[in-house]
């Protein structure tokens, strides 16, 4: 996906979800902003680095494909924009585990680390909320590649347009000098290289932009799918992340209300149905007790997995649906429309640099909006980080939080094996001083009993002297 949804769009799923037209700006800010947080841009603002959230074209280039900048580069790329689906996937038949660790990195919409995600940014502030959006629309984008540079998992091959129904084949160039031409059929990719672990083989190199451009309906052979043949429907899957966004942010709102859960073009009535009953009943009965009882049931509700809010959306859904399907290479200038007439606000064209001075000049770097971006940030690339790596793969490294945890196992084990070493050394060093005195003992015929007898003797002699004085 690109600035026209990850901005203009999530604009306008924030103020459909309730937001205000400042916040919802600051939740579409903090969406995109993820596409420009590099360890170039830190490094200029004096950030810290471990809060990066993707990398430049020159940063790609520049880096060396050993173990540690590939797990770099898997911490970024499946942290933010290629969340892993299911980190315990099987396959038929008998694998690697390398090429296993790498298939379970494959994104797909509704996995277990989305709930995470939503979890995670619950209470945090708009900025993890706008992060947490840009991970969950980039999975309906990025369905199918990983963010890891694998040759077996994410090269492909054969890619056909079907946006007018027949099928075409699309020529790619690999000049990234060449500008994309919609009208001529120019579109550009990566090279097919034979590396396993070459960047030009990072998550949808090989198909190029098409993931990120809504229009587009396109067939494929993906290399995990043994190059069977994969469609995409870009308009239906764009649809479906505006929708989950709406649903997602009413519940970081905390506000739950009307919305459906989907399965197989079935609307069920979500459980906010069962609570307004809950709280109409509690009003009869206990009058203002029944918003108490309200609420505890709403912030006890849970992130729910493939549910939608169509409802808020089906009001404009022909509008949406024009915006996506329009064969354009950006669809900003429609989106921005749709959010000004939804909120009756200019929304502010994006500016990567509009909270940069702020930070910089900033004595209380945390209370800034880069400090709280970087703070989310941060927290999101630990988190998918310790799935990854307890999940009994090292393709993203270790977390802060497991150093902490095995530095803390081994004090542990080192406290006790101390401890059992100083419990154990009193018992010989009291058992050695006994054998020392009994030697004495016997060596000079006087027994500890007499020695103590004689010293009595001595101090009561010394007392009756200084008394006669």
């Known amino acids: 996906m690109q600035e026209d949804f990850h901005y203009y769009a999530t604009y306008c799923a924030a103020f459909l979800a309730g937001f205000s ?12 902003f993820v596409d420009c947080c590099t360890e170039s841009y830190l490094i200029k603002v004096r950030g810290p680095l471990e809060a990066a959230t993707t990398q430049s074209q020159p940063e790609l280039v520049a880096i060396k494909a050993d173990v540690l900048a590939l797990q770099k580069i898997t911490r970024i790329w499946a942290s933010f924009h290629f969340l892993p689906y299911d980190l315990y996937a099987e396959l038929e038949g008998r694998h690697s585990k390398k090429y296993m660790d790498k298939y379970r990195l494959i994104c797909r919409p509704n996995g277990d680390l989305l709930v995470d995600t939503v979890h995670l940014a619950n209470g945090k502030g708009l900025e993890a909320v706008g992060i947490a959006m840009h991970i969950l629309s980039d999975t309906w984008a990025h369905t199918y590649f990983a963010g890891t540079p694998s040759l077996v998992i994410n ?7 079907l946006t007018n129904g027949e099928p075409k084949e699309l020529v790619f160039s690999h000049n990234p000098a060449i500008s994309e031409d919609l009208e001529k059929g120019h579109y550009i990719n990566t090279p097919n290289l034979t590396e396993e672990n070459s960047i030009m083989v990072l998550g949808h190199g090989r198909a190029g932009h098409l993931p990120d451009y809504s229009f587009f309906r396109y067939k494929y ?13 870009n308009p239906a899957d764009y649809y479906c992340a505006f929708c989950q966004m709406i649903y997602a942010l009413k519940f970081l709102r905390g506000r739950n209300e009307g919305v459906q859960k989907k399965g197989y073009n079935e609307l069920t009535e979500f459980e906010t149905d069962a609570c307004e009953k809950t709280a109409e009943f509690q009003t009869n009965a206990c009058g203002e007790t029944a918003e108490l009882h309200k609420d505890i049931f709403d912030a006890a509700l849970e992130f729910q997995k493939d549910t939608y809010d169509e409802a808020a959306a089906e009001p404009y859904r022909e509008r949406i649906m ?7 290479l950006s669809g900003s200038e429609d989106w921005k429309a749709f959010g000004e007439e939804l909120s009756g606000e200019t929304v502010p064209a994006f500016d990567e640099f509009a909270f940069e001075k702020e930070y910089v000049e900033a ?14 940030a941060s927290a999101q690339k630990a988190m998918v980080t310790n799935r990854i790596c307890k999940s009994g793969s090292k393709l993203a490294g270790i977390s802060v939080e497991q150093v902490g945890e095995r530095l803390a196992a081994r004090a542990e084990k080192r406290g006790k094996e101390e401890s059992a070493e100083v419990s154990a050394r009193p018992i010989g060093e009291r ?3 006994r ?3 009994k030697r004495i003992e016997e060596a000079e015929g006087v027994s500890r009993e007499s020695l103590g007898r ?3 003797v001595r101090i009561d002699k010394k007392k009756n002297e200084e008394e006669a004085e």
């Open 454 to 456: 004689k010293l009595v």
């Open 322 to 328: 024009g915006i996506l399907e329009k064969r354009q």
């Open 221 to 233: 052979l993906p290399a995990w799918a043994d190059y069977e043949e994969v469609v995409k429907d």
């Open 155 to 161: 090269n492909a091959t054969r890619f056909y347009d």
């Open 363 to 376: 004595a209380d770097k945390g209370g800034t909006f880069l400090g709280r971006f970087c703070e989310a």
């Open 21 to 32: 037209h400042e916040e919802s700006v600051r939740i579409a800010y903090a969406d995109n």
């Open 435 to 437: 054998a020392e005195e």
């Open 431 to 433: 058992l050695a001083a």
